[in-house]
């Protein structure tokens, strides 16, 4: 069964950066599109970043384009969002998913991905 462990959330001054991890078991790392998405309360769950070596595509959300990378580590299992330049806008529980049957054109959408952590808590201060 996959599961999906995130980490790295916290609270962090504007400007300021945070990384997030999410480490998936249960299944072949590389089978998987992986991507980050968040939520704040009374919202739907928005796209981050998506990352696909299946489909050897990356993407990003307009929003966070130039202060968010997303990579992964094939060897450790896990996909990391590294974030600059925080904005108090930014503030939200972030979600790791994860899908080994999305196509393309899903990458950007919360119903592609079929797994997901539980989420971690990011802050950001004014």
């Known amino acids: 069964q996959v599961q999906l462990a995130e980490s790295g959330g916290g609270l962090v001054q504007a400007g300021g950066s945070l990384t997030l991890s999410c480490t998936l078991s249960?299944?072949?790392?590389?089978?998987?599109?992986l991507a980050w998405l968040r939520q704040t309360p009374g919202k739907e769950r928005e796209f981050v970043a998506a990352?696909?070596?299946?489909?050897?595509?990356?993407v990003y959300a307009d929003s966070v384009k130039g202060r968010f990378t997303i990579s992964r580590d094939n060897a450790k299992n896990t996909v990391t969002l590294q974030m600059n330049a925080l904005k108090p806008e930014d503030t939200a529980v972030y979600y790791c998913?994860?899908?080994?049957?999305?196509?393309?054109?899903?990458?950007?959408?919360?119903?592609?991905?079929?797994?997901w952590g539980q989420g971690t808590q990011v802050t950001v201060s004014s």
């Open positions: 990352n696909s070596q299946r489909h050897g595509s990356i």
């Open positions: 249960g299944d072949t790392f590389r089978r998987y599109a």
């Open positions: 998913a994860a899908s080994s049957t999305i196509i393309l054109s899903q990458l950007r959408f919360r119903s592609g991905y079929g797994y």
